[in-house]
Every structure is written in C-alpha cells, then in structure tokens.
C-alpha cells in the first residue's frame, strides 16, 4: 500500500511541477519505516522554498528545458524506486539468499572471516 502510494505521489509530482515529493515519496516507499527514511524526506525542504533560483536566473527557453528534466527525472526515479521495490517484495527471499551469497563469496575471496548466524 506504500509502494502504490510513494508512486502515485512521484507521479503526481512529475506531471505537475512539484520536485520535492521525490523525497517524500522515498520515505513511504521504503521497505521498512526507520527513523532514518525522515531523512530522506528531509530532501523535500529545497524545493518548499518557492522556486528555485536556478528558474529565477536563467531566460524562459533554458528554465523551460531544466523544468522537463526535473519532471524526467522525478518520474524516472520514481519508476526506478517503484520496480526496485516492487522485486524486494516480489522475490524478497531469492533476493536474500543470493546478497548472502554474493557477501559470503566476497568476504571468502578477501580472506576475511564469514559471520554466520
């Protein structure tokens, strides 16, 4: 229910201008609520001040062009956080299974010890 939420907000945003929900997008959206996803949220701030000043600085046709590529690049971070979590919930445990073998293989080929539980 986050994940659908955390997408809607990112795309919602995108279509209208509002960079700032990518960051309070990402905290719902992340798997787990810590303490630290208000962090991330905390990206938002930048964008709550009225305006950038990069739009204020620079002639309409340049602001034009870096406000589309704000919108691409909120929606494609959205898109990106919605799949990445869409596999974590999908495929959780092959996921697990196969980060534990990846850092157990790492740790082996360093020559460093292998923590087990």
Known sequence: MRL???TILVAWGACTDRPWTVGVA???GLPSLWPHGLVVALAALPFLTGGSALHKAVDAPVATRE???LRRLSAVTG???AIGLSVVLLAG???ERALLWASAAIL???GLPILSE
Do not use: K
């Open 4 to 6: 659908v939420l955390a």
């Open 26 to 28: 990402c905290m719902p």
């Open 67 to 69: 406000l589309w590529s």
């Open 79 to 81: 898109l990106a956080t």
């Open 93 to 95: 445990a092959a996921l």
């Open 108 to 110: 082996a080929a360093a």
